[in-house]
């Protein structure tokens, strides 16, 4: 039987909504499931993952040392807790995917990124060329799988478990050659664009971070999540957390507004779990109206306002 | 101070994936092939802290069969000063890449590691990571900015929250996001002039290095299409489609 390593992820001193999504892959692995949490107080975030379904054990792994997030740092750490399991698995976030190849390595395993499906313990299928071709992959059985999951690819399990909470600790003599300085968050009382249902994103075509405002406007009338395509971004009218796409975030909602974007197949990539896509250009060759559910050909800066007022 | 900067050849960015129908890849025949776009990125830091005055030498370096020489002859280009090919050929994967490249990193006795994130064709976003771990050295991923002093590294990386900036004791390995610059356009007497730099072939067994065990593909197969949707002609249509499936 599998035992699995879950490494949950903590934003802002609670569980990382994408924690439950890895719950569903592990799950679909089947076998015994723990979740490391590391941190300098992780007492909330272990309350939120204890509460999961599946989950059999909560580990809380605190020292001073892991009040920050470092890959350097959490690696030897997680090497160190893996012992005894078969497969250790990281969300596909910039935490997981910053810190479990550094496991990997250690572990001298090849690492499984990105996940989307379980066929079997060992089995997986993941995502290359911007998901324009799905590689069905089997990892050496008799060694550690250590894998990242896609959470676009999975529902989040429900909660509803009350797993045992234990305190864990790591003796791994820890680097000081890394050292956190700062972090610039964007503060926001929008929905998580990895979590929220409905996702307004714009584009190109907005021209300037002041037309933006619509675009968040009509994302606030519906309660949605604000994102962008590269070209907003790297433009500078959005700041780089909001992108969507094979290198920015990738997304699933339930509704996805695509607004003055052209479609590139970087985009694409990070859209293509959508359930409803919505798009709006004023260009009718764009390529987004390919994969879009519903299109409007039309100029955004009077559809976006009159769409605002009629939902 | 010397600056490695590893260069994969992948398919171009702009060749629409076709999967064979048999399932064993992707159709690479008469396919554009360049470099990574996020090694670029590597490249063009490595050069603009070269004419800043804080690195010396840059030596370029690859992994793969014979044509992977043109990859290090654009890296040459750019203006790494020598290239190191590590002539292997078939499927390597990321363990086993890094394990070469963290050798070579060893043996030219480089100070910083630039590549990219991740390469456009496997997805994998691993080697960077694994040669930090595999030299016990400090990472900064999906780097935005990179400030280089005698001897440490000031990165701010790009996360899920917003920017996060670190601060890497010499030598470190950084791997770059698609803001930290724009990869000049080569211009004619830069690539006439790579033809002449130094180019050396070495192998995994002059570094000492055997190939990890292997993910095996099993299969490749195209994702599910999506179908193409219905136009609307007007925003009342637009909101009482998705008003009736109770998206609104």
């Known amino acids: ?311 | 101070m010397k600056a490695l900067v590893s260069v994969k050849r992948v398919v171009d960015y702009n060749v629409r994936i076709q999967v064979k129908p048999d399932g064993s890849g992707v159709v690479t025949d008469g396919v554009k092939f360049s470099m990574n776009p996020f090694d670029e990125i590597a490249m063009e830091e490595a050069v603009r802290l070269k004419e800043k005055g804080k690195i010396t030498e840059i030596i370029a370096v690859t992994i793969g069969g014979a044509k992977c020489e043109e990859t290090l002859r654009t890296a040459l280009a750019f203006g790494a000063d020598r290239a190191v090919h590590v002539k292997e050929e078939g499927d390597i994967q990321p363990l086993t890449a890094a394990k070469a490249l963290a050798a070579v990193f060893k043996k030219e006795g480089a100070n910083l590691f630039l590549l990219g994130k991740q390469a456009i064709d496997d997805d994998a976003n691993q080697t960077g990571q694994m040669v930090a771990a595999l030299l016990d050295l400090p990472q900064a991923t999906f780097a935005s900015k990179v400030e280089l002093e005698a001897a440490k590294v000031t990165v701010t990386r790009e996360v899920d929250a917003g920017l996060e900036t670190l601060e890497l004791d010499l030598p470190a390995i950084v791997t770059t996001d698609l803001r930290l610059n724009e990869p000049r356009y080569l211009k004619l007497p830069d690539i006439m002039k790579a033809k002449k730099k130094p180019l050396e072939a070495i192998s995994f067994e002059s570094l000492g290095v055997t190939a990890a065990a292997g993910l095996k593909t099993a299969k490749v197969s195209a994702p599910p299409k999506r179908s193409k949707g219905v136009m609307v002609k007007t925003v009342d249509e637009l909101v009482s489609a998705l008003k009736a499936k109770g998206l609104v």
Do not use: C, W
Request: aromatic content about 6%.
């Open chain 1, 1 to 311: 039987m599998s035992k699995i390593l879950v490494i949950g992820e903590i934003s802002d001193g609670k569980l990382n909504a994408g924690t439950a999504k890895v719950m569903a892959a592990a799950t679909a692995i089947g076998g015994e499931v723990t979740i490391a949490l590391l941190g300098a107080d992780v007492a909330a975030a272990a309350e939120g993952a204890s509460k999961l379904a599946g989950v059999s054990k909560v580990l809380k792994v605190e020292r001073a040392e892991n009040a920050h997030i470092l890959a350097a740092t959490f690696a030897p750490q997680i090497v160190e807790l893996s012992k005894g399991y078969s497969h250790v698995l990281f969300p596909g976030t910039a935490f997981g995917k910053d810190i479990a190849p550094r496991v990997a390595a250690k572990l001298d395993v090849q690492q499984v990124s990105d996940i989307m499906a379980v066929h079997g313990a060992s089995s997986f299928d993941r995502p290359t060329y911007a998901g324009n071709a799905i590689l069905t992959v089997d990892a050496p059985a008799e060694s550690t799988i250590v894998a990242t999951v896609r959470l676009a690819s999975f529902t989040a399990v429900a909660e509803g478990g009350s797993a045992a909470i234990e305190a864990a600790s790591t003796s791994a003599v820890l680097p000081t050659h890394t050292r956190f300085v700062k972090l610039e968050a964007q503060k926001s009382e929008r929905p998580d664009l990895q979590a929220a249902n409905k996702v307004v994103s714009g584009g190109r075509a907005l021209g300037s971070a002041d037309a933006f405002k619509i675009i968040y406007s009509f994302a606030d009338k519906l309660g949605a999540a604000v994102g962008a395509s590269r070209a907003a971004v790297d433009s500078g009218y959005v700041p780089n957390d909001l992108q969507v796409g094979q290198t920015g975030k990738i997304i699933a909602p339930e509704l996805y507004f695509a607004i003055g974007i052209s479609g590139a197949i970087q985009h694409l990539a990070g859209i293509k779990d959508a359930r409803t896509i919505v798009a709006i250009n004023k260009d009718p060759e764009a390529p987004i109206f390919e994969i879009a559910d519903y299109g409007l050909v039309g100029d955004l800066f009077s559809v976006v306002p009159e769409m605002e007022s009629k939902v």
